[in-house]
């Protein structure tokens, strides 16, 4: 059973800031959340990860409350090129498993 | 980054045939590796646990004597797919935590292969 929810689908124009809110009610202590994006046909990608508060990168922004039943991804001024599926992941990072929810699909409209 | 290689990236084989297809860690050592199989427009499924020098443990649902799992070395797991049939066409895809030895600092960063597609016909 998968740690986490997400909206489905999501729209966006090119551009624009893209956030992707992941509900994860049940994380635990030790448990990192961390983001991956997946094109068609290719396995997941690592964007960014986090445990509490802020992190940022060079291409997303993680922003965890501090009740880390939440997150949220932000894209800053996203392109067509980042048009994929965006999955949210929590886990402890001890050689365990990743559990995949159903992720987000993001299309980006010019 | 880590890279995770796999091969190959795609076959394409007749029923009832056997197909093998390998995940290798380049730069890092993998005493642990993950298999997932994703459907099309599906998420990826936790099929199985490679350990090195171990029996691979297998999620509830998926058959072992089917999906043979073979860790042979820190840098090599192989999965085949035994008497391959049409539902067995999916992309295979596997992982490794880099990292492993650490007894508890820290996290353990996932890599994912490039995944292999698999049709049988």
């Known amino acids: 059973l998968a740690k986490t929810t997400q909206p489905i689908s999501m729209d966006s124009y090119e551009g624009q800031e893209v956030n992707i809110t992941c509900s994860h009610n049940n994380i635990a202590t030790n448990d990192y959340i961390t983001w991956y994006q997946q094109f068609p046909s290719q396995g997941p990608r690592f964007i960014i990860q986090?445990?509490?508060t802020k992190v940022t990168n060079e291409v997303a922004s993680l922003f965890i409350p501090a009740d880390r039943k939440s997150s949220t991804l932000s894209l800053p001024r996203v392109s067509l090129s980042d048009t994929a599926v965006y999955y949210c992941l929590v886990g402890d990072g001890r050689n365990t498993p990743l559990v995949f929810g159903k992720g987000t699909r993001l299309s980006v409209i010019a | 980054g880590a890279v995770v290689s796999q091969h190959p990236s795609w076959v394409i084989c007749k029923s009832g045939t056997s197909v093998k297809i390998e995940c290798r860690s380049l730069?890092?050592?993998?005493?642990?590796m993950f298999w997932y199989r994703q459907f099309p427009k599906q998420s990826l499924m936790l099929m199985a646990t490679?350990?090195?020098?171990?029996?691979?443990?297998?999620e509830q649902g998926v058959e072992k004597d089917k999906f043979l799992i073979n860790h042979a070395s820190l840098t090599l797991s192989t999965l085949t797919v035994t008497s391959a049939h049409p539902e067995d066409s999916s992309f295979y895809i596997c992982s490794a935590p880099r990292g492993q030895g650490a007894s508890g600092e820290g996290y353990n960063e996932q890599f994912f292969g490039p995944g292999t597609r698999l049709t049988v016909l």
């Open positions: 986090g445990y509490k």
């Open positions: 490679s350990n090195e020098g171990s029996k691979a443990t297998y």
């Open positions: 730069d890092f050592q993998a005493t642990t």
